[in-house]
């Protein structure tokens, strides 16, 4: 599959990159939580919306070709870096940031206005989005990286916009299939579960020699 890169990329090299784009990224989440909530006249939004421009017209001066990938260094950290739930270069991302324990990873996160579904509370689908990608981790550190094959998700009670925490662990193994479980708590509790089934695919089993390449 295309989208994994190795690359001689240094610890230092990738701080800088962070570096360069990482705020950028967090000023456009910022941006997305204003378009919802500011309050501004249409004059102001105007003269926003030309200074906009002018960012967009600096940043179209190069660009790379299709979506980032899953950059592998030799020397360095992986930056899956246009990922969905944990890219830190992607506006989209909340982004969450994932400790992986021995027996479990975990990750306390914010969700701003931009993740809205019924009001107040986190949309249904980026709920199962942030468990899709915490369960696949799990199954990643555990050795054992797949593709989501099936995730079943319980929404048990609404998830309130704020502070959070979600947790997943693998349960078990079964040849290529790593079955893990996870949830989505607040303060008061759990608010979502999901398990599901990864798969390594058949594509990638002659890679499983090297399972580090996909942690
Ligand atoms: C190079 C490693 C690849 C792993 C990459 C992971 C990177 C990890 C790194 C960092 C962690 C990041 C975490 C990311 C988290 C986000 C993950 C996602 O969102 S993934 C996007 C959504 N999912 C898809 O797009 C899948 C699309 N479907 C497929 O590609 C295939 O259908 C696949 C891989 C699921 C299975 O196809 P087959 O041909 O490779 O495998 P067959 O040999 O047919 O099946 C193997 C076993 O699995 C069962 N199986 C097949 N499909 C199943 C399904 N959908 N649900 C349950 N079981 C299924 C079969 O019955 C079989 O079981 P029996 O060995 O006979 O017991």
Request: proline letters at 6%; charged letters at 25%; aromatic letters at 6%.
């Amino acid at each position: 599959m295309s989208g994994y890169q190795v690359d001689d990329a240094t610890v230092e090299e990738i701080e800088t990159e962070r570096a360069t784009y990482e705020p950028i990224t967090e000023a456009t989440r910022r941006l997305a939580d204003l378009c919802i909530r500011s309050q501004v006249d249409a004059a102001s939004t105007a003269r926003a919306l030309e200074h906009l421009q002018a960012a967009i017209d600096v940043l179209s001066q190069d660009v790379a070709e299709g979506p980032y990938g899953l950059r592998h260094s030799r020397q360095g950290p992986t930056r899956p870096w246009g990922n969905a739930v944990v890219g830190v270069r992607n506006p989209v991302a909340p982004p969450l940031k994932v400790v992986h324990e021995t027996d479990h990873v975990w990750s306390d996160f914010e969700l701003s206005s931009a993740y809205e579904g019924p009001p107040s509370l986190v949309h249904g689908g980026v709920s199962a989005l942030i468990l899709d990608q915490l369960l696949g981790e799990a199954a990643a550190a555990a050795g054992s990286p797949g593709m989501t094959g099936t995730l079943t998700v319980r929404y048990r009670r609404g998830t309130p916009l704020g502070a959070l925490r979600a947790e997943a662990r693998v349960e078990r193994t079964e040849g290529y299939k790593t079955f893990a479980v996870g949830q989505i708590c607040d303060a008061e509790g759990v608010c979502v579960e999901a398990e599901g089934v990864f798969i390594l695919p058949r594509w990638a089993r002659s890679e499983q020699e090297q399972p580090e390449r996909f942690e």
